[in-house]
């Protein structure tokens, strides 16, 4: 009996172990890469030049497709001039108008503020805490965020 018993137990250890990388593989599909991310901005500020703000702004919000809003990835804007009000959000309509200055992550992060900071046209990455969708709990994530003619635009990566 008790030879059965730890059959059964070192069977089941067994069979985890080995479907861990499976698991941690689907995760993974679930989960942009920075490349990822990059792409997506240099996408909408393709769309921005090409479409104008408003269409593509509207794009974003209310019609953003896999191009802007995929796996965990989504395309966000900010108004470099007000104080980074967000004007559109592929992720989650309801922020657009808030000021992402207000944002602020457990650590004590001024979202908003360290973006402005830190965006610059070439391009650059800002490390914050954020919500993660897959998880629902907050984790760090990374920003690309590029400022092109008075609007910076953005997509993150989750690191769990």
């Given amino acids: 009996m008790k030879k059965t018993f730890l059959l059964k137990i070192v069977l089941i250890i067994s069979l985890l172990i080995l479907a861990a990388p499976a698991l941690a593989g689907e995760r993974a599909q679930k989960r942009g890469a920075p490349a990822q991310a990059q792409d997506m901005v240099a996408r909408a500020v ?16 209310n019609r953003p497709g896999a191009e802007f809003n995929h796996l ?9 001039e007000e104080g980074a009000r967000i004007v559109a959000h592929a992720g989650t309509r309801s922020l657009i108008g808030v000021n992402a200055a207000t944002l602020i ?10 973006i402005l900071d830190k965006a610059t ?8 805490g954020w919500k993660d969708p897959l998880t629902g709990k907050v984790a760090p994530k990374s920003s690309w965020v590029v ?8 997509c993150g990566i989750h690191k769990p």
Avoid: N, Q
């Fill in 105 to 114: 992550d457990p650590g004590g992060l001024s979202i908003g503020r360290a």
């Fill in 147 to 154: 400022r092109h003619k008075g609007h910076i635009f953005g």
């Fill in 72 to 80: 965990d990835l989504y395309i966000f804007v900010l108004k470099a």
């Fill in 46 to 61: 393709a769309l921005f030049e090409e479409e104008g703000m408003k269409a593509a702004f509207d794009r974003f919000t």
């Fill in 121 to 128: 046209a070439k391009g650059a990455w800002v490390d914050y």
